[in-house]
Structures are given as structure tokens and as C-alpha cells.
């Protein structure tokens, strides 16, 4: 099992955005959506392919009402997200899902807002926190994303 999870653009309404034009709305007709941040849309999927399918489906669309696409599976994490980059690079098994969570984007959560993203370098079990913020969007990130 895996899920999707896209933040939209400061300004804009993703859910609006996406189900108002037909090609998106019919690529996500079959899920249950749900919000779980502020302007946020999140889905299940059935593996990290048919999440990465999906994203690939709805390319178009993200990258003119979304600020980011994540992929979580519990195969490789239950609480850390992937960026859309290194979920590819593990469907294709380029990257061992074992070997990620050294790179991380880590978003403070604010009134459900994912808000100030901040690249930390991960060493050993460390969990991430954002002083000032009450919770944290942990996403696993390739090398190339965090320079």
C-alpha cells in the first residue's frame, strides 16, 4: 500500500484546481480523497508504481496547482514520506529503499500548513523537529534535491 499526498500552491485550491478539469478529476475518480493538511490532496494506492502512475497521470496538473508531490509507503517508512524523485528512483530499483532517509526536506506544520521547508543531512535514528512548530513533515529526498 502506498499513498500520494500533494500540497498546493500558496493561492490557490487544489482540490478546485484538480477536480474542475476532466482529465484529473477522471484520473482520480476511483480514489477516496481526503486533506490531510491545508490545501493538500491525499489518496490511497495499491504500490509505489501505481502512486508514481498516478503523479505521472496528473503531470500536467501539478506542475501548474501543486508546490509538491509525495509518496509514502510503509515498505519503506510508516511516518516519513518520499519526494516524487526518489519514489521513481526506488520503483525502477535504482535506489535501495533501505539506504534513503539520510536527505530530508522537513516541513514545520503550522494551523495543518506544511510551512518553511528546511534541508537537514540525517545521521543514525535522529528524528527531525522545527523549533517554533508543533509537528513536522518528514520527506525523504535524493542527494540531487538536497544540494
Keep these: 500500500m502506498a499513498q500520494v499526498c500533494l500540497l498546493g500552491e500558496p493561492g490557490s485550491d487544489l482540490r478546485y484546481e484538480l477536480l474542475s478539469r476532466e482529465t484529473a478529476r477522471e484520473a482520480l475518480s476511483t480514489y477516496d480523497l481526503r486533506e490531510p493538511y491545508a490545501n493538500s490532496l491525499a489518496l490511497d494506492t495499491v504500490s509505489i508504481g501505481a502512486a508514481v502512475s498516478l503523479l505521472n497521470d496528473l503531470n500536467w496538473y501539478l506542475v501548474r496547482f501543486a508546490r509538491t508531490a509525495l509518496v509514502q509507503s510503509d515498505s519503506v517508512s510508516e511516518t516519513e514520506w518520499l519526494s516524487r524523485d526518489l519514489a521513481i ?59
Design 89 to 147: 528512483l526506488i520503483r525502477d530499483g535504482h535506489v535501495d529503499p533501505d539506504v534513503t532517509g539520510g536527505f530530508l526536506k522537513v516541513y514545520g506544520l503550522e494551523d495543518g500548513r506544511p510551512e518553511d521547508p528546511t534541508f537537514v543531512q540525517r545521521q543514525g535514528d535522529w528524528t527531525p523537529e522545527r523549533e517554533g512548530y508543533d509537528d513536522v513533515l518528514v520527506v525523504r529526498v535524493t542527494e540531487e534535491e538536497f544540494e
